[in-house]
Structures are given as C-alpha cells and as structure tokens.
C-alpha cells in the first residue's frame, strides 16, 4: 500500500471521481462520509489543519480514505475526523471492504512516523459495526499507544415492514392505538396537506420556511442556527442532496399554514432523518409533528425503503415510534510516554 497526506482542500475536488466509487464499497457507507458532505463540511468550518490519508494499491486503486483534520485547542493538537461532531452523526475513515486489515495497517504506522505534529487522537461518532471499532485499536495498541472506544450516543432506528399494516401491527398496543387515534383526529378536525420536497429547483423556496419552523421547535436549534456557520452549511448542503437525489423534506399544512416540518435524507437504501421544525403552539391538539412523521414512515415504506434512521438521540417519541438502538463511538488514542 502507498499512503500520501493531502492538507489542502482541492483533495476534496481531485478525487471526486473516486471518493465515493469507495465509499460505496466500504462498509460504512453513509451520505455523511460522501465527497459532497464531507467537502461541504470542510469548505464551512474549516476547524483547524486538513490532514486527509490516501491508500493505494500497486495498480494506483484507491483503497483508504482517513478523512482527518488536526485541531489546535488548548494547546493540545488533536486528529479529528472532517465532520465531527455537530452537524454530522456518523463519520469513519473510508476503506475498501476487500482490504481492511492493510490499510488500517498503513493508518496505524503513518500515526506512528507523523507522532511529532500531534498529542492525541480523538475520532468520534464511528458505528458500532466500523472495522475501526473491530480492528483498528489493535493496530494502534501493537504500534504503541494506549486505546480507549467510549460508548458516545445512540442512534435509535426503525427495520421497516413491507406495508403500513403491518408497521402498526410492530408496535407496542398502546402505541398503535395512540398514532391511529392522533391520525383520525388530526384529519377529521382539520384540512391537512402533505407535501414532500425532493427536487434542487423546488428547495430554495422552502429552506427559510423549514428554518423558521426549526428555530421555533426548541430554544436549543434557534441557538444553533443563530451561529452563521450552521446556518450556511445547511443551506449549502441541502440544496447540495437535493441535487444529488438524496433529499426527502417533508412539510405539513394545516388550513395551508406550514406548522411542521422535516428534513430527511434518502441514501444507500435508508431513510435518514436529519432535523425538524414545528410550531408547538399552533395546532398543538392535532399533534402535528407525530402525524408527519407518521406519513413520512409511511411515504419510506410504500417507497421501498427498509431502515428508517432516526441518527443521534434518545428521545422519547423515537422509541414510541417502534426505533431500536444503535450506537456509535469514540475512539480515543494516543501514544504511550
């Protein structure tokens, strides 16, 4: 394997055309580790010193992206990976299912020969199936450094039946009983529509409506988009999806006023739900927020899709919703004194 270090951003530009030819064949596989997220991502926040690996092998085929940045904070240098940790709910490094042991075998020994340029390692949000999680810490520890994987969050998900019937039929009584009865209701008091926004011509005219009502959802998501760099990297990055194919925003109309919302993305088979907005005191007795979310299980459903994600997060209604978790890690390392 022939590893090289990329530390500027056109990294992201000249190997678009083989980035996400390897994504697809990694075990990871997940839109946030596509060249257009992770470039996104880099291009907003720009966190400290890029520090992007590459692995080839003896015909030049790319076998290993490590799609990292060294943060200076504190007076500690830390390798982080591009992505992490806000805005993003899974990240690894990228390797070629075929051939996993030699390139993280090529990670390790580089960290190892590079040891000078930082203190520790610190990669977050990494699936409880990564190869990172199964492997990598034993190449490290045989290269030298102490490993630490700490439990991070889970990511609660739904295996998806192959009717709506049968979803329903999933799930604990009273949960069943409670989304029919919040359906009849909703639609028998009031003039509902469901609109779904998939396409890049039709995202501009919504985006500052889906971020109206996210802002007004929770004290906490009106903090996070009074920052100018989340704010500009969901507008960048969603039109970006949409124009991939991968977008799923879905709103609710209530006697035509817009009173939730939800931005899902549509990647490798899975349904992703990603952010929503609500007015919670519009409408409140219609709950309209389970009642999206239940048209949009079901839009997943009749569309083919089998996993419904629900990313980062505990809470209450994911579970009430039928999701069970997954989780993701930390992996923690540095090299011993």
């Given amino acids: 394997m022939k590893l090289a270090v990329h530390q500027d951003a056109h990294i992201f530009q000249e190997l678009e055309s ?46 290993g992206i490590a799609p990292w940045f060294i943060q200076s904070k504190n007076d500690e240098r830390v390798v982080r990976t591009v992505g992490c940790v806000d805005v993003t709910d899974y990240v690894d490094v990228i390797v070629d299912r075929e051939h996993v042991e030699p390139v993280l075998s090529c990670f390790s020994a580089f960290l190892v020969e590079e040891r000078s340029k930082y203190d520790r390692i610190n990669l977050c949000n990494i699936p409880e199936s990564s190869p990172t999680l199964l492997q990598f810490p034993t190449m490290l520890k045989n290269c030298g450094f102490t490993v630490e994987q700490v439990f991070q969050e889970v990511c609660p998900t739904i295996t998806l039946p192959d009717s709506w019937e049968s979803y329903l039929e ?3 009584k009273k949960q069943r009983h409670e989304i029919r009865r919040k359906l009849r209701r909703a639609e028998s008091e009031a003039a509902l529509k469901y609109v779904l926004i998939e396409s890049e011509s039709e995202v501009g005219a919504v985006l500052d409506p889906f971020l109206t009502l996210m802002a007004a959802s929770q004290p906490s998501k009106a903090e996070f988009l009074q920052d100018a760099n989340n704010r500009d990297f969901f507008c960048a990055v969603v039109p970006l999806m949409a124009a991939r194919g991968w977008l799923k925003m879905s709103f609710l109309h209530v006697d035509g006023e817009a009173v939730a919302a939800y931005c899902d993305f549509d990647y490798n088979g899975k349904i992703l739900v990603y952010n929503s907005g609500l007015l919670p005191e519009r409408y409140s007795n219609l709950s309209t927020g389970i009642v999206l979310l239940a048209y949009n299980i079901r839009h997943a459903i009749e569309t083919g899709h089998h996993i419904f994600d629900f990313l980062r997060g505990n809470e209450t209604y994911k579970y009430r919703m039928g999701a069970v978790d997954t989780t993701v890690y930390k992996l923690m390392a540095r090299l011993a004194a």
Avoid: P
């Avoid at 697809?24 to 596509?34: A, M, V």
């Avoid at 257009?36 to 076998?63: I, P």
């Fill in 18 to 63: 083989e980035w996400n030819a390897l994504l697809h064949r990694s075990i990871t596989d997940t839109i946030f580790l596509t060249v257009e997220w992770q470039s996104t991502w880099w291009k907003t926040y720009q966190a400290g010193e890029l520090w992007v690996l590459t692995c080839r092998d003896d015909a030049n085929r790319l076998m």
């Fill in 170 to 172: 999933s799930l604990e």
